[in-house]
């Protein structure tokens, strides 16, 4: 594993982790939360992810596709991430890096860090999606921003 193989962003967002939590086990919101503008819908929102859950999304990066995600790591309030791969025949060639919510309640909110970790990236495409790095960067940065104007919202 290379540094580049994981890429972590932090913001402290004012509001406790249930409602931050909450945003992030519903599919549904997600294209609510996506800094970078690649969620176009949830094929299984609606209901809260559990530890092994599925859910698809509808995805566009210059084309649209979509993508299957397992729930791989689940802890209530705290953490939750899944790990996506390509959908239909493209599943064994595309995919498998890991988006990561880490929730940690401090003084002053919940300091909150993404991850997304390409260390089981298949290796077709792990060279393509590396190069993705500073642009995945920027984007989780904005959905960590979205994040806490939804949840002051309210």
Not at 65 to 89: D, K
Not at 93 to 119: A, C, M, Q
């Amino acid at each position: 594993m290379t540094t580049r193989d994981v890429v972590s962003v932090q913001r402290l967002i004012p509001a406790p982790p249930e409602p931050i939590f909450d945003l992030l086990a519903d599919p549904a919101g997600h294209q609510r939360i996506d800094g970078g503008g690649s969620v176009t819908g949830a094929r299984s929102g609606g209901r809260r992810l559990a530890l092994g859950d599925r859910f698809g999304m509808d995805m566009k990066i210059g084309v649209a596709y979509s993508t299957s995600n397992t729930v791989i790591e689940f802890e209530e309030n705290r953490r939750i991430a899944w790990q996506t791969l390509a959908g239909g025949a493209l599943k064994s060639l595309v995919g498998g890096r890991i988006w990561r919510y880490e929730l940690e309640p401090v003084e002053g909110g919940t300091l909150v860090t993404e991850s997304w970790d390409i260390t089981q990236e298949a290796a077709t495409s792990k060279p393509v999606v590396r190069r993705m790095e500073g642009m995945t960067r920027k984007n989780m940065a904005a959905t960590l921003e979205r994040i806490e104007e939804l949840v002051a919202q309210g």
